[in-house]
């Protein structure tokens, strides 16, 4: 599975857009980027996966650039409960494919 | 909906003592898995299986058993408890729905060894 680089801490206004940033130079092919958090101390929540196309849902937003080297997770108006560390993790299409979770990034919304 | 159920939720145990960490899903799915998570860490895979009666080794597997005889359990054992397990566990679960079926998670037991 390809790696990724995540900031390790960023902060963002409430109200404002959170946009979390991955690279991952060495996506192949059939490799989704997925997005996950972490409340606190629960289990990580799926957020949102795509291949190559931008993807929407009620949660966020991924923009992944045309050479799918990078991402960007969007969640466009933030709220203090979006506080949580957030997972971009790459993994291909096999079933049998682990997800392999790294530090992350820790998001703090401020008020 | 249940989805991934994980008992228990917290646990401190002596040196050298044996225990279980229970793990059942009732969604169906092939896939499940066992991550532990220390303190301001990732989470590392420890073992999964991809279907009854199969398991594999993750990434820190030394000190941990598995098995799984039913699609819905998946239990872990500590076979000595050793300080350096003290950690959270979670266990996962998945369908083999492709392409991008997502991993859902337990909500973690907090184990502590002194």
């Known amino acids: 599975d390809a790696k990724t680089t995540q900031p390790t801490s960023m902060d963002c206004a409430e109200g404002r857009a959170a946009n979390l940033p991955c690279n991952h130079s060495?996506?192949?092919?059939?490799?989704?980027v997925y997005w996950y958090r972490q409340i606190h101390s629960q289990g990580p929540q799926y957020i949102i996966h795509?291949?190559?196309n931008n993807e929407t849902n009620e949660m966020a937003s991924l923009i992944i650039t045309e050479d799918r080297k990078s991402s960007t997770l969007i969640l466009p108006h933030a709220t203090l409960r979006d506080t949580a560390v957030y997972y971009c993790i790459v993994r291909g299409y096999n079933y049998g494919q682990n997800f392999v979770f790294g530090p992350g990034t820790r998001l703090s919304v401020l008020p | 909906n249940a989805g991934v159920t994980q008992t228990p939720k917290f646990q401190v145990l002596k040196t050298g003592q044996s225990m279980t960490l229970q793990c059942a899903q009732d969604?169906?799915?092939?896939?499940m898995s066992w991550y532990r998570q220390d303190p301001g860490m990732g989470l590392r895979l420890i073992h999964y299986?991809?279907?009854?009666?199969?398991?594999d080794q993750g990434e820190v597997p030394n000190g941990y058993n598995v098995s799984r005889s039913t699609t819905e359990d998946f239990p872990l054992r500590l076979l000595s408890a050793a300080p350096s397990q003290t950690s959270v566990y979670f266990c996962a679960s998945r369908s083999q729905m492709p392409p991008g079926n997502t991993i859902y998670f337990g909500e973690g037991s907090w184990l502590t060894v002194v």
């Open positions: 795509g291949l190559k």
């Open positions: 299986s991809v279907g009854a009666g199969i398991t």
């Open positions: 969604m169906n799915h092939e896939y």
């Open positions: 060495t996506i192949s092919g059939n490799e989704y």
